[in-house]
């Protein structure tokens, strides 16, 4: 049973425009989230992080919303960049109630097209 | 410095082979992960070491067996493996084990069993 699920396995998007990745959770004791960005050979990279106690959190041209009431985050990029053609994993774990782990999503493949 | 090395990149062995993963940083974080990830799958969580103790071991198979000799290494000691244990193998490490501690991940190494 997939407690974080992201249910677009592939995003094509044009350079400059926004990109939006998406993501559910199903188990309530999670409270903390991340995205993380992976490039072929490489391990995957912290790029964002939300707790439950907030709505939005911003860096750069990357903003992750959440929304608590739907189980549902998203992960904004604008403008996109071709650099930015990655998999980005969706990532969440409970900060309370003893073993924290975090559990991952499938990921979603964003190619940017110049 | 924020880099977790893995050794080797890549891995071929047979079923009744013993071979080793090593897994490096050098950033003084007290936390070490192995994970492992299939194609098209997430990356799942095997085990867990916080302060050279493990921790959570998620019912992992006594073929994989892990070991922190020191706060900068963690191996992963494989035994007696099945084709289906092919994957990526990654490691990562983060200042303590709580889920909101940033976790850095190595390269991974890719294994093949035949």
């Known amino acids: 049973d997939q407690q974080v699920k992201q249910n677009s396995p592939s995003l094509s998007v044009q350079e400059g425009r926004i990109s939006i990745l998406n993501c559910d959770y199903t188990n309530s004791m999670f409270d903390y989230f991340l995205w993380y960005k992976k490039y072929p050979a490489e391990g995957p990279t912290f790029l964002i992080s939300?707790?439950?106690?907030?709505d939005k959190n911003e860096d750069g041209r990357f903003t992750v919303f959440l929304n608590k009431s739907a189980k549902h985050l998203s992960l904004h990029i604008v403008p996109s960049q071709p650099g930015d053609s990655a998999v980005y994993f969706c990532?969440?774990?409970?900060?309370?109630?003893?073993?924290?782990?975090?559990?991952f999503g499938k990921g979603t493949k964003l190619t940017v097209n110049p | 410095d924020t880099e977790v090395t893995q050794t080797p990149k890549h891995l071929v062995m047979g079923m009744t082979n013993k071979k080793s993963l090593k897994c490096e940083q050098h950033m003084g974080h007290r936390a070490m992960y192995w994970y492992k990830q299939k194609a098209k799958k997430p990356p799942e969580l095997m085990f867990v070491y916080s302060y050279e103790k493990l921790s959570i071991n998620e019912s992992v198979p006594s073929r994989f067996s892990p070991e922190c000799p020191n706060s900068s290494l963690l191996n992963l000691h494989l035994h007696a493996l099945q084709p289906e244990d092919s994957a990526l193998y990654l490691c990562?490490?983060?200042?303590?084990?709580?889920?909101?501690?940033?976790?850095?991940f190595g390269p991974g190494t890719r294994l093949l069993v035949l």
């Open positions: 990532a969440a774990g409970p900060t309370q109630g003893g073993s924290e782990k975090l559990v």
């Open positions: 939300i707790s439950s106690i907030k």
């Open positions: 990562a490490s983060s200042q303590g084990d709580r889920v909101f501690e940033t976790q850095y």
